[in-house]
């Protein structure tokens, strides 16, 4: 067969994928549950992948789908006028210039100095919020 001159559809426009909390993705497997409905049917109806949807069950069979993580959530940031210049005392040869500061409400304030070992800011901004 020639396909030379077989139409070609037109592509859909993407959509933006969707985030679906925990209790979203629960209620959508619990439809699937009943006997005699198409966990195919299911995933169009709600607009999920149905291989995506699967993965739920599978997760959901073993107790874990509670347990997928959350979207992060945004924290408001703002850029602050540069402090009084750090004083060269205070600058050990191992210190780049620049300054992380972080303040978490009136509960702390962080501030870094130079280079940031990412694994020990993460440990210490976890101790920090308990």
Known sequence: MDTSEASVPPEKPRS??????????RRIVEETLTSGVSVAE???RHGVNTNLLFN???LHDRGVLDQCR???????????????HIPASAVTP???DG??????????LVRVRG???ID???AALRALRG
């Open 94 to 96: 191992h210190t780049r």
């Open 99 to 108: 300054v992380i500061e972080i303040e978490l409400g009136n509960q702390a």
């Open 16 to 25: 933006r994928r969707r985030m679906r909390n925990a209790a979203e993705k």
């Open 70 to 84: 959350e979207p992060a959530r945004l924290l408001p940031v703002t850029i602050a006028p540069p402090k009084a």
């Open 120 to 122: 020990t800011l993460t």
């Open 56 to 58: 739920w069950k599978r």
């Open 42 to 44: 299911v995933a169009r």
């Open 115 to 117: 280079s940031v070992d």
